[in-house]
């Protein structure tokens, strides 16, 4: 049981983030924008929470321009990755043996 | 909050998502439907009108008529099989467009767009193929070459949408190399790889996920 409590991550208990991580798990990239329609949050809401995950590496951060406008997308690390398989798994047990 | 119910709503959250956004969910079976007809309806103009009934071995009869009656025919048959793939098209888009309003999910996003380029990189290939062929007169290879091209490009897309997908594109290749090693009967494969074959499938995902 021990074990199984070490998975949860204490960085995914934000339904935000986790959202983001979902998202970021099966994409190669996904940009601002299109992040902000599928969870369907505000600018400065998923901005905090991507500079969380950013600065704990879970995530990178790609800026270019498309034409003048500039284009910030997102795609997972492989620490993000690993991190964020555990904590699915770990939530999957909980549910099992509950 | 109860922890349990809190785990659970993540993971049916996080499941949701991962899905949502890696698959292009608002195809409808009724595409399917409507393509298969539409084939069906462009044998049927092919069979009995262009062909008027004589054969369905296209070179042999060919080769009996003047330069000019062949030529025209040919014209005809392509025109018939351009209106079918248009209006099939056509068709889709429409009825994924009416799916997605009705789920209120969304049309443009970045998987519908993967899914496009991926189903039209194989298309637009085989397209310019076919017009090799037509212009090197090789009239037998036409029909396998569409049904094997169009196949590949529902095995590329089917990454991105429902997995029926991915088999309707090996059904589809398999019917083409059938077309290939039986060329006398064309349009019998043509008729059966766009008009049965979509018929079929578009009835069982209709039942499967909109019935």
Known sequence: MKSVISGINKLFENRVRLGIMAILAVNDSYDFNNLKETLGVTDGNLASHLRALEENELILVNKQFIGKKPNTSYSISEKGQKLFRTHLKALEEIIRTQ | MDNKSNYSDDLKIIKKLMEDSSRFLSLSGLSGLFAGCLALAGAVAAHFIILKTKTSVLDGFLINLSFQESGKMK?????????????????????????????????????????????????????????????????????????????????????????????????????????????????????????????????????????
């Not at chain 2, 969304?106 to 991926?118: E, F, M």
């Not at chain 2, 990189?121 to 094997?148: C, D, E, R, S």
């Not at chain 2, 059904?171 to 006398?184: C, D, P, R, S, V």
């Open chain 2, 75 to 211: 014209a005809l048959l392509i025109t018939d099989a351009l209106i079918v793939l248009i209006l099939a098209l056509a068709g889709s888009f429409y009825f994924s467009y009416r799916k997605s309003l009705k789920k209120g999910l969304k049309v443009w996003t970045p998987i519908s767009k993967r899914l496009l380029i991926n189903l039209f990189v194989p298309l637009i290939a085989g397209g310019f193929f076919i017009l090799l062929l037509f212009i090197a007169n090789q009239w037998l290879l036409i029909v396998p070459a569409m049904l094997i091209f169009y196949g590949l490009a529902l095995v590329n897309a089917g990454k991105f949408t429902y997995s029926e997908i991915f088999y309707l594109g090996i059904t589809e290749i398999i019917t083409g190399m059938l077309a290939g090693l039986f060329q006398e009967s064309p349009l019998f494969f043509w008729t059966l790889g766009f008009g049965v074959l979509h018929i079929g499938y578009g009835l069982f995902m209709y039942r499967k996920y909109e019935g």
